[in-house]
T-cell receptor
């Protein structure tokens, strides 16, 4: 399977703290993406990092990529209760199929 | 654009009945994906289409599952006959060549009793 693995599976933090989620994947990639899924909703694209990039920022999001270790991390700084959701890493292969990780369920307590 | 539209949002059916899930992709997108999400298996790719043609259906669990895309703006996923283990949330997503991301619908929560 080309699906990635994410850890932790679940993360519970207080509002204002930082949340870090990790993703490992198995194949070579052109880019890696992170998605967010609110309860009962579809996945929404958050940020993409290309294989030749090591770090990328978007607002309170910071993504890193280590292609030698086939891993990525998503950091959400100064978390808010509204950040409570599941977060998935994903990549698109050369056949244009999307593969998603197992997801990290984040709970931010107010 | 209204995004990817799926219907119904919720479906409760009895075992043995036929179930049809519907999807309207974003206009101009030439890739359409059907996913199934469960707690046990996560997000599984069932089948995907390119320009209305099925490209890979290796994720379709059984012959009870079938999918069609008669035109660029409509796709169906059918389960016949349905079984309780088919209970899951089914997502449709669309994209286009050159795009890195997939755009998801809100999903159909299927419960088979």
């Amino acid at each position: 399977s080309q699906q990635g693995e994410e850890d932790p599976q679940a993360l519970s933090i207080q509002e204002g703290e930082n949340a870090t989620m990790n993703c490992s994947y198995k194949t070579s990639i052109n880019n890696l993406q992170w998605y967010r899924q609110n309860s009962g909703r579809g996945l929404v694209h958050l940020i993409l990092i290309r294989s030749n990039e090591r770090e990328k920022h978007s607002g309170r999001l910071r993504v890193t990529l280590d292609t030698s270790k086939k891993s990525s991390s998503l950091l959400i700084t100064a978390s808010r209760a509204a950040d409570t959701a599941s977060y998935f890493c994903a990549h698109r292969d050369n056949f244009n199929k999307f593969y998603f990780g197992s997801g990290t369920k984040l709970n931010v307590k107010p | 654009d209204a995004g990817v539209i799926q219907s119904p949002r919720h479906e409760v059916t009895e075992m043995g009945q036929e179930v049809t899930l519907r999807c309207k992709p974003i206009s101009g997108h030439d890739y359409l994906f059907w996913y199934r999400q469960t707690m046990m298996r996560g997000l599984e790719l069932l089948i995907y289409f390119n320009n209305n043609v099925p490209i890979d259906d290796s994720g379709m669990p059984e012959d009870r599952f079938s999918a069609k895309m008669p035109n660029a703006s409509f796709s169906t996923l059918k389960i016949q006959p349905s079984e309780p283990r088919d209970s899951a949330v089914y997502f449709c997503a669309s994209s286009f060549l050159g795009a890195a991301e997939a755009f998801f619908g809100q999903g159909t929560r299927l419960t088979v009793v």
